[in-house]
């Protein structure tokens, strides 16, 4: 049950947005690695998070050889491709940077369908995290969007994956247009520390509203209610625009 109300905070443009979103990062960051030795981040692909990642990249001394990153989800498309989510972020972020092999924890696109691909990630997870059996990882930080359909990570409005429940991971079949996906479930999306929606542009407006005026339950978006963490919602003012 969700005891956590969302935090908003809106900004004139993305510039600001992002020196918000990096101190956030050094904050959870340098907490996170306090508390237990290391840093744990999921985050997602798509466009607006690109300026996010090459703003990290010029920031001088962030503790990147105790950060773990993880993808929230992956176009089951070769990692060199344009639409490769791990692609976009070693061309914005992880080849600027030094941090260690294994602490990148990619979604391997080179098995032979979405559903293998899936479970390999959940034993990476399983591994990583030392879970139990049913055990669910504790990420410190995830970073979502959202899409214009009210999608998030890849949570379609009516797919199954977003009934998953038991696994930490699911395959999502799609369109030609939007690739075939493996995509982190609510499960544990929901029991993360930190969540963080990024939202920016206009054209990002009418879900908006959807989801924060109407209430639309309907909305993948709307099912993003952590537990016991913190849920933030960063929007460039344009988003928020009528
Ligand atoms: C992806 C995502 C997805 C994304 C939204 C918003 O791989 O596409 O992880 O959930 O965050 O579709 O995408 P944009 O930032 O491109 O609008």
């Given at each position: 049950m969700n005891t956590v109300s969302a935090e908003y905070f809106f900004f004139k443009n993305l510039n600001e947005m992002w020196q918000f979103m990096a101190a956030k990062w050094r904050e959870i960051a340098s907490d996170a690695i306090e508390g237990k030795g290391y840093f744990a981040v999921a985050v997602s692909g798509g466009k607006t998070p690109v300026g996010f990642y090459q703003r990290l990249a010029a920031i001088s001394g962030l503790p990147w050889?105790?950060?773990?990153?993880?993808?929230?989800?992956?176009?089951?498309?070769?990692?060199?491709?344009?639409?490769?989510?791990?692609?976009?972020l070693r061309e914005n972020l992880l080849k600027k940077i030094s941090i260690p092999a294994q602490n990148l924890h990619y979604i391997s696109t080179l098995e032979s369908s979405p559903s293998a691909a899936a479970e390999i990630y959940e034993e990476e997870l399983r591994a990583f995290f030392k879970l139990p059996e049913g055990g669910v990882p504790e990420f410190d930080l995830i970073l979502l969007g959202i899409g214009e359909d009210g999608h998030t990570a890849s949570l379609f409005p009516g797919s199954e994956a977003l009934k998953e429940r038991k696994h930490l991971t699911?395959?999502?079949?799609?369109?030609?247009?939007?690739?075939?996906?493996?995509?982190?479930?609510?499960?544990?999306?929901?029991?993360?520390?930190?969540?963080?929606?990024?939202?920016?542009?206009?054209?990002?407006?009418?879900?908006?509203?959807?989801?924060?005026?109407?209430?639309?339950?309907?909305?993948?978006?709307s099912m993003v209610k952590p537990e016991k963490g913190r849920l933030f919602f960063l929007m460039e003012s344009e988003a928020r625009a009528s």
């Open positions: 050889s105790k950060t773990h990153i993880f993808l929230v989800d992956e176009r089951f498309v070769p990692l060199f491709h344009p639409e490769s989510n791990y692609g976009m699911a395959p999502v079949t799609l369109n030609r247009l939007l690739r075939d996906r493996v995509t982190l479930t609510l499960p544990v999306i929901n029991n993360a520390k930190n969540v963080v929606f990024l939202v920016s542009g206009k054209h990002k407006a009418a879900v908006a509203r959807k989801l924060l005026d109407e209430k639309d339950h309907s909305l993948p978006a």
